[in-house]
């Protein structure tokens, strides 16, 4: 290969495996090299189009290339592209007046950060602060709140699950145990494989139970904070039920323990309202946000009560790109989008269009155990048998892999590999809806012939 400087359309398909050697995985090698993109499609380097029904990590709200967002990130660029975490800028000051304008409650002090990971990272770190002494944290079964040392101890990857399909065999987080000792995990609601067979999503106290046991005698010292997602992805696209989020609610106000909302994945309007907390109508003492935020640029950040202690200026938590113009400038644009265009809204229409028609799609494909999630935060459960509900990894697995192979592009649950995510963009509309149902009934005759 030449030192030659070389454009996508310039890459044939041996310079591309030479240049693989390169990188440095963190993260599986998921497909073709992708070259372009226009609202729910993108384009890879041999011209095919495809549906991207992950929204790149759930991180498109409003598709590939919204023009309005490049724009006002262009815009920004060329005046202002990068400052240090401690300088002022309109971007941030004006995000910091919507993310405030914009949450329920008392959630109106903004703290910035460049990741989800390290904004998760510094609600734990605010919650320290608030609770003298308290250096516990607990979370849920299934939970995913990130990759740093800290948020992998927060989630399923420390611990022994499905998704590597042997048992006996933890997941990724093992090999950094020495430094997961401040976490504490309690079961999570599963409607759909309750162990009680409860009829009712009405069951709060009695599916809160574990998480109150747990405060009182399951923690080597005091809890500073409960934290979870209010509906968990990675996890299997979970929802908790909101008279659960109501129990831990008041759980946590009986023993003074600061509750955060991770909602990275749930956040700017994914599940038909602007936050899952709007769903539940649970207010927490801290808020994470991140992916839709930026419509693709990287940014995050935590909105906490106003009556919390905040971070000391001395550097308690501070990142030189945690504050870029650029990104913010471009989320200002997004929030703008997001309400004028009553984005969450359509999203409510069309998940429910989705919905209808997996439904439809479950009675004749009852190894469809369960289709679950409001708006477009959507979680396909596939079993082997509905009546053993013994989950289908394997066949699970298959169908996204004909769905790309058809132009769609789906994924699984990290921690429950058997459960298929829809999570498009949300300017997705009807007709590409159908389509998804379509790709999804051609690929479910595939997997599973009948006789």
């Not at 510094?122 to 849920?140: D, E, Q, S, V, Y």
């Not at 609610?249 to 749930?266: A, H, K, N, S, V």
């Not at 998940?351 to 439904?359: D, E, H």
């Not at 192979?405 to 699984?412: D, K, P």
């Amino acid at each position: 290969m030449t030192n030659e400087p070389m454009t996508n359309s310039k890459l044939t398909a041996e310079q591309i495996a030479e240049l693989q050697q390169y990188i440095g995985y963190g993260a599986a090698w998921l497909g073709p090299v992708l070259v372009g993109g226009q609202g729910c499609r993108v384009t890879d380097i041999d011209g095919k189009s495809y549906l991207d029904c992950t929204s790149q990590a759930w991180t498109l709200a409003l598709g590939y290339n919204h023009p309005e967002v490049i724009e006002a990130a262009v815009t920004q660029a060329r005046t202002l592209a990068h400052v240090r975490a401690g300088f002022p800028t309109i971007p941030r000051l004006l995000l910091a007046k919507r993310l405030a304008d914009l949450c329920p409650g008392r959630l109106n002090r903004v703290i910035n950060a460049p990741t989800g990971s390290l904004a998760v990272e510094a609600a734990l770190k605010l919650a320290m602060i608030n609770r003298p002494g308290a250096h516990r944290f607990i979370t849920f079964y299934h939970a995913y709140h990130g990759s740093t040392l800290a948020t992998m101890a927060a989630s399923w990857m420390g611990t022994q699950t499905a998704r590597l399909g042997s048992p006996g065999r933890f997941g990724p987080g093992v090999k950094f145990l020495p430094f997961m000792q401040h976490f504490v995990r309690v079961p999570n609601p599963y409607c759909y494989r309750c162990p009680r067979r409860a009829s009712s999503p009405d069951c709060s106290p009695e599916c809160a139970a574990p998480l109150r046991d747990t405060i009182q005698r399951g923690v080597d010292g005091p809890v500073a904070a409960v934290l979870l997602e209010p509906i968990q992805g990675n996890g299997g696209q979970i929802p908790f039920p909101a008279a659960f989020l109501r129990e831990v609610r008041r759980i946590c106000d009986e023993f003074g323990i600061l509750l955060i909302f991770d909602e990275i994945q749930t956040g700017f309007g994914r599940t038909g309202r602007m936050f899952a907390a709007d769903l539940a109508g649970v207010t927490p003492d801290i808020l994470v946000l991140s992916k839709s935020m930026g419509g693709g640029f990287p940014i995050a950040a935590v909105v906490a009560d106003d009556r919390l202690k905040a971070f000391e200026p001395t550097g308690e938590d501070v990142y030189t790109f945690g504050s870029n113009p650029i990104a913010q400038a471009a989320a200002l644009k997004v929030i703008e989008i997001l309400e004028r265009d009553r984005i969450p809204e359509h999203v409510a229409r069309m998940g429910a269009i989705l919905t209808r028609g997996l439904l439809d799609l479950q009675t004749r494909f009852p190894q469809i155990g369960d289709v679950r999630g409001p708006g477009l935060f959507i979680g396909v459960e596939i079993v082997k048998d509905p009546e053993s509900k013994e989950p289908a990894p394997v066949e699970a697995g298959r169908i996204v892999e004909e769905a790309w192979n058809r132009g769609v592009i789906l994924a699984t649950a990290s921690a429950l590999p058997n459960v298929i995510k829809i999570k498009p963009p949300l300017i997705i509309q009807e007709a590409e809806v159908r389509l998804v149902l379509d790709v999804l009934a051609d690929c479910l005759k595939l997997v599973f012939p009948r006789p």
